[in-house]
């Protein structure tokens, strides 16, 4: 299945899931994530405010407000992302896409993240991610992909477990996750 295809299907059944259901394996996720030994010395967690049926990090926000860990949220610059700190009080915008963005907080780069949480479609058993196809995450995160000189901020992917998937293409701009947490898993790939 190509990936427009693999996109739509997966984006369907998302949106198929009952609101509680959804609610309730974003906070099981957020447990997952918590049990990554990257997340417990973060400083710095970027994370996103779920649109279109995205897997919810409410509860995983919350949890980093509670452990005194900073919380940044993705702002569009561009053809690139940059990041704001996210807090309660916190005055958010639509984007162009329509997606919350933090208006109030300086820019920050992605590289003085520790760890960024990120949206997908679809993952495979290795790292690979399929994103909605805009390409922002991989062009914001390329300079991971030369794991010699950087070391941070690790990429984590957040999904249903349904959009588990045996294989997905990589091309060559594509940046591999370290980890993904579903609901009811975590997976953590090496990398050098």
Request: a positive charge; proline letters at 6%.
């Amino acid at each position: 299945m190509n990936s427009a295809k693999l996109r739509s299907k997966l984006v369907r059944l998302r949106r198929a899931l009952p609101p509680q259901l959804a609610r309730q394996a974003g906070f099981a996720a957020s447990a997952h994530a918590w049990q990554l030994p990257v997340m417990q010395r973060a400083r710095r967690i970027a994370a996103y405010l779920a649109v279109n049926s995205e897997i919810d990090c409410d509860g995983l926000i919350q949890t980093a407000w509670d452990r005194g860990r900073e919380v940044y949220l993705p702002v569009l610059q561009g053809e690139a992302l940059f990041f704001r700190r996210y807090s309660r009080s916190t005055l958010l915008a639509l984007n162009r896409f329509g997606i919350p963005e933090p208006t109030d907080e300086p820019l920050l780069r992605a590289t003085a993240l520790d760890v960024v949480i990120a949206p997908l479609v679809a993952f495979d058993h290795v790292g690979n991610r399929l994103g909605m196809g805009g390409g922002y995450y991989d062009r914001t995160f390329s300079f991971l992909r030369y794991r010699k000189s950087w070391r941070h901020p690790r990429f984590v992917g957040f999904a249903y477990d349904m959009q588990g998937v045996n294989s997905l293409p990589a091309q060559s701009w594509d940046v591999p996750l370290d980890a993904v947490v579903t609901e009811s898993s975590k997976f953590e790939f090496l990398r050098k």
